[in-house]
């Protein structure tokens, strides 16, 4: 489906629209077919490379797209009260959770692990090796010492910088269910649609039943 959908953008949005607007019919087609061949043989290329970042990257992506967007589509649909200012804050607010888990516990896993710790699913071993590395840190007596306790310290954080242990590509889990709050919450403190826009939700609903 995403290979479709690249191959016919770059057919008439790059092609058609940008560099042939006098191409036929036929030729946009024949473009799009060599674009969604490139673009299958650049994605099987890039799996056959780095297959372990390829199977991660999918779920993030689904992730990322479902904490943007899920919240304003079904409320856009299903709730005509729904405001579009709610629809925004809902997008970024799910956008932004969505990215502070899947970047925050690599970039900084102690501030991470430490304003959310209640959340961790650290085991008592791992609470007393980052304790104990912390301690050990912070008695270091020179610069060295201290970076190669540091190192270990680290590492030690970013198994634990996790909320209930679940991967940073599976981040929509806890940023879906915020854009939606938001978006409820958004909605219910500004001014309800106008009744055209409300007539026209109704209709969608209707057609999409």
Known sequence: ALALSIGNALSYDVFYKGLYPAAPVSRQL????????????????????????????????????????????????????????AALAGMVAGLVVCLYYMIAPHIIPFLFYE???????????????????????YLAGDAAAEAAVLAKWEASARPIANWLGVHGALAGV?????????????????????????????ALRARSA
């Open 30 to 85: 024949f473009v799009a077919r060599l674009a969604i061949i490139a673009v299958a043989g650049l994605a099987g290329w890039a799996a056959l490379a780095a297959p372990d970042e390829t199977m991660m990257a999918a779920p993030a992506a689904f992730s990322l797209a479902a904490s943007a967007f899920l919240p304003a589509l079904v409320l856009g649909v299903w709730w005509k009260r729904a405001t579009s200012d």
């Open 174 to 202: 806890f940023a879906v269910p915020v854009g939606f709050v938001v978006t409820v919450v958004v909605t219910l403190f500004t001014h309800a649609p106008s009744k055209d826009v409300q007539r026209f939700v109704e």
């Open 115 to 137: 304003s959310s710790s209640f959340l961790s699913d650290a085991t008592a071993a791992q609470i007393a090796t980052y304790e104990g590395l912390r301690y050990d840190y």
